[in-house]
Nanobody
Framework: QVLLEESGGGLVQPGGSLRLSCAASGRTFSIRAMGWFRQAPGKEREFVAVISRSNSNTYSADSVKGRFTISADNAKNTVYLQMNSLKPEDTAVYYC???????????????WGQGTQVTVSS
């Protein structure tokens, strides 16, 4: 079993920045990739970014490329999402996920955090 705990959400003005963190504990040796997803009210869960634990390859959704950066500290079993130039449409609950594949597909991930709210508003 793997437990994921997110932190770092909050309220920020348009154009501002936030950094989300996700700490993994438990059977972390089974994790091959960690990702971030988000879900806005009334919408489906949406892929944001993913990072491979073996080679640190990353991939991000077009909607966040150039603004969001995913990174990881494997020694701390922690993944980060640096979010810059935030827009109101980035408002959502952000979820951390961990699993056995480098993928954008939510159902492939085995473990999920509880989510952290990000609100972008003036």
């Amino acid at each position: 079993q793997v437990l994921l705990e997110e932190s770092g959400g909050g309220l920020v003005q348009p154009g501002g920045s936030l950094r989300l963190s996700c700490a993994a504990s438990g059977r972390t040796f089974s994790i091959r990739a960690m990702g971030w997803f988000r879900q806005a009210p009334g919408k489906e869960r949406e892929f944001v970014a993913v990072i491979s634990r073996s080679n640190s390859n990353t991939y991000s959704a077009d909607s966040v490329k150039g603004r969001f950066t995913i990174s990881a500290d494997n020694a701390k079993n922690t993944v980060y999402l640096q979010m810059n130039s935030l827009k109101p449409e980035d408002t959502a609950v952000y979820y951390c996920a961990a699993g056995g594949g480098f993928t954008t597909i939510p159902r492939v991930y085995d473990y999920w955090g509880q989510g952290t709210q990000v609100t972008v508003s003036s």
